[in-house]
């Protein structure tokens, strides 16, 4: 059985974004219901040396976005990343799931071959085909991202589980 590229990274951004804005959504509830400042869980982070919740959820959506835009051909659409409420990060979840929405799965035909070239940072430059470029490089990038929100929510008490991060209703 061959998998498809579409098939392999459309509908699990789509899926694993879906649970994102439903842990944000149970956290902005539990910061209510508890009386924490939404600051607090927003700016929340596991280590010093890490980004905060907020920057985690923009990657994430970053990484879904890029990703199914180079797989599909097309321009990465470009985000400020000036998120600073729950209310701005659900926004952005939302932007991104009618992004990658709007992207057909004939898009990525042809894209397993595609060179797709990254360059997290000067002078670092990586190659990858369009396969590798999805398993080795944007799908553990953008679980790397949502796991650490998770993380995050459930260190600081937010009551959430597996079925939560991963979308089950």
Same mark, same amino acid.
């Given at each position: 059985? @061959? ?10 951004? +789509? ?21 924490? $400042? ?23 959506? +970053? ?11 097309? +321009?990465?659409?470009?985000?400020? +990343?000036?998120? @600073? ?29 595609? $060179? ?54």
């Amino acid at each position: 059985m @061959t998998v498809s590229l579409y098939t392999a990274s459309v509908p699990v951004f +789509d899926q694993m974004l879906g649970s994102l804005g439903d842990l944000l959504g149970k956290s902005q509830a539990h910061a209510a219901e508890k009386k924490i $400042e939404p600051a607090a869980l927003l700016q929340a982070r596991l280590f010093p040396d890490m980004f905060a919740l907020t920057r985690q959820v923009q990657i994430a959506c +970053d990484f879904a976005r890029g990703v199914s835009a180079r797989l599909a051909g097309v +321009d990465v659409p470009k985000t400020e +990343d000036k998120e @600073t409420s729950f209310e701005e990060l659900q926004a952005l979840i939302a932007q991104t799931r009618a992004f990658i929405g709007s992207l057909a799965p004939a898009q990525f035909e042809g894209g397993e071959a595609r $060179e797709i070239v990254t360059r997290p940072g000067t002078p670092k430059e990586k190659r990858f085909t369009g396969s590798a470029y999805l398993l080795t490089y944007g799908l553990p990038q953008f679980f790397f991202h949502v796991t650490t929100a998770y993380a995050l929510l459930r260190h600081n008490g937010v009551e959430i589980g597996k079925k939560d991060y991963m979308g089950l209703k």
